[in-house]
């Protein structure tokens, strides 16, 4: 493999606290070597990054690429492309796939599947329970030793306490976190929206904030007293981080993560009745938008995940009461974040690490910074070109996205992945 010299891009690495303008070398899938200067030679494919910044490549600890079972949503070449463009080198896959993702033999079928297409790191996340359905544990140890690098039945909540406790107790075996949906479900009922002032508005039932927390408080709890390691999937709920400061100031083994959207949008959007603003938790009321920023920008919320959930015409262009949930969100992510950063929302180091470095070391990966001997998982990004959020351009087969029209400065203009140019001048280079 050739050499890839990005040269005179500003590096911005929360690892290790580089800002400053150098000179990247990539030889083989390793960066080996960072300096204010390197001289141009033969054979070296050059990179100009003049005014660009030079990142980590981006790692998402949250998505849905829906293989095997449901490709006509996404599967993991789409979702592997929609990655590359978004930015993303590292991403973890969750289990709600048909079959269920919960034994060995699945997961090493996605790892497999992921090596295939090449694009990207894909890391599988196991199921908590056989089915999702939480009755019983999954094959927790055959799937760590196929590749799993987490535990989650996301789409769900491990709704019974007993289960969680034990999945808690057992992970430690393996040193991994268990990953909750947290929603009590007697609580969300059949609830499509927040519970508020919109939708009382529009009627949509409602879903309070309470359906969350209880489960996070219970989460709390249980790791606690395990001395397991949790992981809060997609907070949105101002109860949600007090409940989780409390728990870190006690010392419980526990982070967390916010979605773009949760960020970006308050329930105010769902006057359109658009069924794209429909997800699962629910976009949330200003108060709650505010307070997970702040939370987010002091590290009480540690990372950034899209909960990438592509869907298919079929599941969208129905009434609201009747789409299914989720939000197609690896391509637009970046600029997402980037906009509240341009806004004064968000640091844009704060933004970057959590991002890359701090969902890599959550979830034990080897990715999300530059280091010389580290991986070559680079994206280039031109932090003034702006671009309009246009869905049919996505490479996902999901065009389920509340911020087409959008327009949002800063974009991905390259992405390296293991040395490789995965993504250049707009197109996914297989
Ligand atoms: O909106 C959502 N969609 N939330 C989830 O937790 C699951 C996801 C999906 O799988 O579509």
Redesign the pocket.
């Given at each position: 493999m050739g050499a890839i010299l990005i040269k005179g891009g500003r590096l911005i690495d929360p690892a290790s606290g580089r800002d400053e303008v150098v000179d990247i070398l990539i030889e083989g899938e390793r960066v080996s070597r960072i300096a204010p200067s390197i001289e141009v030679q033969e054979r070296m494919e050059v990179i100009d990054a003049e005014g660009k910044w030079v990142l980590p490549g981006l790692v998402d600890v949250h998505v849905?690429l829906r293989e095997p079972g449901y490709e006509y949503k996404e599967d993991i070449e789409s979702g592997s492309k929609a990655a590359v463009a978004g930015g993303f080198t590292t991403i973890c896959c969750?289990a709600?796939t048909n079959p269920v993702n919960d034994t060995g033999a699945i997961t090493r079928y996605i790892v497999e599947r992921a090596k295939e297409v090449g694009l990207c790191r894909i890391y599988p996340v196991g199921a908590v329970s056989k089915g999702l359905k939480g009755e019983e544990l999954a094959e927790i140890g055959d799937m760590v030793a196929n590749g799993a690098v987490a535990v989650s039945d996301?789409?769900r909540p491990v709704w019974n306490s007993e289960l969680m406790r034990r999945a808690l107790e057992y992970t430690k075996y393996f040193g991994i976190p268990v990953v909750d949906?947290c929603e009590d479900l007697a609580l969300s009922g059949d609830g499509v929206v927040h519970e508020g002032k919109y939708s009382a508005i529009t009627g949509l039932k409602g879903i309070p904030a309470s359906a969350e927390e209880v489960m996070v408080a219970r989460d709390i709890i249980l790791a606690r007293e395990t001395k397991g390691r949790l992981h809060i999937?997609?907070v949105s709920t101002a109860g949600s981080v007090k409940l989780i400061e409390m728990g870190k100031d006690e010392g419980v083994c526990l982070s967390c993560e916010v979605t773009p959207h949760h960020l970006a949008l308050t329930d105010e959007v769902i006057v359109t009745f658009d069924t794209d603003t429909k997800?699962?938790p629910p976009l949330r009321g200003e108060e709650h938008v505010l307070a997970v920023r702040e939370a987010l920008e002091k590290g009480i919320i540690d990372i950034i995940a899209t909960?990438h959930?592509p869907?298919g015409a079929i599941d969208k262009d129905v009434e609201y009461t009747k789409a299914?949930?989720?939000?197609s969100g690896l391509e637009t992510a970046l600029g997402v974040v980037l906009k509240l950063v341009n806004e004064g929302a968000l640091s844009l180091k704060r933004a970057i690490e959590a991002m890359t470095i701090a969902p890599a070391r959550i979830f034990g990966l080897d990715a999300g910074y530059v280091a010389e001997g580290g991986p070559a998982d680079i994206v280039v990004v031109d932090p003034d070109k702006e671009w309009v959020v246009d869905p049919s351009r996505f490479y996902s087969k999901g065009k389920n996205t509340p911020f087409k029209g959008w327009k949002l400065k800063g974009k991905v203009v390259i992405t390296i992945c293991n040395g490789k140019l995965v993504y250049k001048n707009g197109e996914v280079v297989s």
């Amino acid at each position: 493999m050739g050499a890839i010299l990005i040269k005179g891009g500003r590096l911005i690495d929360p690892a290790s606290g580089r800002d400053e303008v150098v000179d990247i070398l990539i030889e083989g899938e390793r960066v080996s070597r960072i300096a204010p200067s390197i001289e141009v030679q033969e054979r070296m494919e050059v990179i100009d990054a003049e005014g660009k910044w030079v990142l980590p490549g981006l790692v998402d600890v949250h998505v849905h690429l829906r293989e095997p079972g449901y490709e006509y949503k996404e599967d993991i070449e789409s979702g592997s492309k929609a990655a590359v463009a978004g930015g993303f080198t590292t991403i973890c896959c969750k289990a709600n796939t048909n079959p269920v993702n919960d034994t060995g033999a699945i997961t090493r079928y996605i790892v497999e599947r992921a090596k295939e297409v090449g694009l990207c790191r894909i890391y599988p996340v196991g199921a908590v329970s056989k089915g999702l359905k939480g009755e019983e544990l999954a094959e927790i140890g055959d799937m760590v030793a196929n590749g799993a690098v987490a535990v989650s039945d996301d789409g769900r909540p491990v709704w019974n306490s007993e289960l969680m406790r034990r999945a808690l107790e057992y992970t430690k075996y393996f040193g991994i976190p268990v990953v909750d949906h947290c929603e009590d479900l007697a609580l969300s009922g059949d609830g499509v929206v927040h519970e508020g002032k919109y939708s009382a508005i529009t009627g949509l039932k409602g879903i309070p904030a309470s359906a969350e927390e209880v489960m996070v408080a219970r989460d709390i709890i249980l790791a606690r007293e395990t001395k397991g390691r949790l992981h809060i999937d997609h907070v949105s709920t101002a109860g949600s981080v007090k409940l989780i400061e409390m728990g870190k100031d006690e010392g419980v083994c526990l982070s967390c993560e916010v979605t773009p959207h949760h960020l970006a949008l308050t329930d105010e959007v769902i006057v359109t009745f658009d069924t794209d603003t429909k997800v699962n938790p629910p976009l949330r009321g200003e108060e709650h938008v505010l307070a997970v920023r702040e939370a987010l920008e002091k590290g009480i919320i540690d990372i950034i995940a899209t909960d990438h959930a592509p869907h298919g015409a079929i599941d969208k262009d129905v009434e609201y009461t009747k789409a299914a949930f989720g939000i197609s969100g690896l391509e637009t992510a970046l600029g997402v974040v980037l906009k509240l950063v341009n806004e004064g929302a968000l640091s844009l180091k704060r933004a970057i690490e959590a991002m890359t470095i701090a969902p890599a070391r959550i979830f034990g990966l080897d990715a999300g910074y530059v280091a010389e001997g580290g991986p070559a998982d680079i994206v280039v990004v031109d932090p003034d070109k702006e671009w309009v959020v246009d869905p049919s351009r996505f490479y996902s087969k999901g065009k389920n996205t509340p911020f087409k029209g959008w327009k949002l400065k800063g974009k991905v203009v390259i992405t390296i992945c293991n040395g490789k140019l995965v993504y250049k001048n707009g197109e996914v280079v297989s």
